[in-house]
């Protein structure tokens, strides 16, 4: 079902890729904010998400021409929806430089879909990505 699920994402993904930008990196996940304002590629730490269990979440930032988008700050965040709550653990950003950071200390304390947030504040405006993960 993951594999179904991870194949169907992307192929969604790429028809919403910019086509100035590289193709992600094997393993990279990519998906464009809500306005088409940045691109974020990411990836975990471990590559498939554990429960109950410490992961981190790997982000490039670029912008609408395809590079690392400068000036900005991210905040990765979770929840679960359909349970109406987030993460139990708060997690913590570290700023890599050129556009990339690490959110580390994330947990996902139970199975099921879960929604990753990408939070990108911009010159006084706070933009979202957003993208669905299932976790066995």
């Known amino acids: 079902m993951r594999t179904c699920t991870?194949?169907?994402i992307a192929l969604?993904?790429?028809g919403c890729t910019s086509s100035?930008?590289?193709?992600p990196e094997p393993g990279v996940t990519s998906t464009t904010s809500n306005d088409?304002?940045?691109t974020v590629q990411w990836s975990t730490r471990p590559e498939v998400i554990p429960v109950n269990d410490f992961f981190e979440v790997d982000v490039l930032l670029l912008g609408p021409d395809g590079s690392p988008l400068s000036n900005a700050t991210l905040?990765?965040?979770a929840a679960m929806p359909h349970h109406r709550h987030g993460m139990n653990h708060r997690s913590h950003m570290v700023d890599v430089g050129s556009g990339r950071?690490?959110?580390e200390d994330m947990l996902f304390h139970m199975?099921?879909?879960w929604v990753l947030y990408f939070d990108v504040k911009q010159d006084g405006v706070v933009r979202r990505a957003?993208?669905?993960v299932e976790v066995d």
């Open 6 to 8: 991870s194949i169907l």
């Open 12 to 14: 969604l993904l790429i």
């Open 20 to 23: 100035k930008l590289p193709p």
């Open 36 to 38: 088409a304002a940045f």
């Open 75 to 77: 905040d990765v965040d």
């Open 101 to 103: 950071w690490r959110a």
């Open 111 to 113: 199975p099921g879909a």
């Open 130 to 132: 957003q993208v669905d």
